[in-house]
């Protein structure tokens, strides 16, 4: 992606840095990373990319070249979240601004720039484009700024910026994979205890991404409400269970006690939270062993509980699934991300994933009238800095 000749076009010279920024995809461990849960993403090539240098001044001056919009703010007022001349920021400027102010409330050194960027990653379809934004423009601060900071840090003063300043209750997830990904494997990372290790595809398979056409907005306040669910899920718990912190503390065979004393509603919640963390579990362990089929099966059935539990999927998104189900090749389908819209991930013997993907297509098409996006995905490395050509 080019980003140094509309860097020159618009500030007259050339950038000091250009930073690329991954989204992602989750193979499995969905909505848990906000209870202390285990998970399984993916940092992808889709990326969202940078280039900037230093503004010479408190000024931050960014141009978003996709929406072919710009703000200005200055460093000095960032709490107020609006530009110089006091009109509210737009809602993809919140990114950058979030990560400027958790940076400066850290008391870590940071610059005015001059900036562009450009994405190809779509936003609102679920492969955290938010996240890509934010850990690119922390690094980028980071750089010009001289300070040393490990990733894992970084990701998660870029999930504080989202929660406090942005607004939305995210967990760490998405920082964590477009911070810290590893070319070709998977990230198990356990959300409690923060420690991670990458972990190898298993061999011969690809993963496809499909994406609905459909888009929604993480800020809804439906997200939010989950996590709601499950903190009040945790408050009933204790009564049995006082020592509980978060719905990992909970195991699957004390749910089958105690979860039946939670609200109805509240215990189809807790009840996919705490079987999607032993599916993650179960998943890895699957993967040491290169057992595929008891991998698909896990992404199948996390993707029904995500649909009957949880109530986060959309008649588009189980289409897509059930289609990827009956198709040559596939060994599991999910939707992937919050939900509410956006992409399926779909695991798949690489030598048929042509003719997967063409059917896929073709099936969306006379189901729903609608074109999905079907392609095959390479899990990359984490957010770099490139040279500037
Ligand atoms: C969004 C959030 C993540 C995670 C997922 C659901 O992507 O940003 O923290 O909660 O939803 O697994």
Known sequence: MDVVSPYKEVFKSKPRLVVRGPGRVNLLGEHVDYNGGPVLPAAIEQSVWIAADDSGSEQINIRALDLNEAVSFCLDDMGAKQDKKGHALPVWALYPAGVAWILKKNDLKIKGINAVFSSNIPMGSGLSSSAAIEVAFAVL???????????????????????????????????????????????????????????????????????????????????????????????????????????????PQEFVAYGEYLPPLIRKRAEHVVKEIARVESAVNALEREDTRAIGALMFAGHVSLRDYYEVSIPELDCLVSLARSLPGCIGARLTGAGFGGCTINLVWAAQADEFIAGLEQGYREKTGRQAKVYVCHASEGTTILPVE
């Open 141 to 251: 601060w980071q750089t010009l700024g001289g300070w040393s900071c490990d990733r894992l840090k970084l990701a998660q003063l870029c999930q504080q910026a989202e929660n406090q300043y942005v607004g939305v209750a995210c967990g760490i997830m998405d920082q964590f994979a477009t911070a810290c990904g590893v070319k070709d494997h998977a990230l198990y990372f356990d959300t409690r205890s923060l420690e991670w290790y990458p972990a190898p595809l298993p061999k011969g398979t690809v993963l496809v991404i499909a994406d609905s056409g459909m888009r929604r907005s993480l800020t809804s306040s439906a997200y939010n409400d989950r996590r709601a669910a499950c903190e009040e899920a945790v408050r009933l718990l204790q009564k049995y269970k006082p020592e509980m912190t978060c719905l990992r503390d909970i195991s």
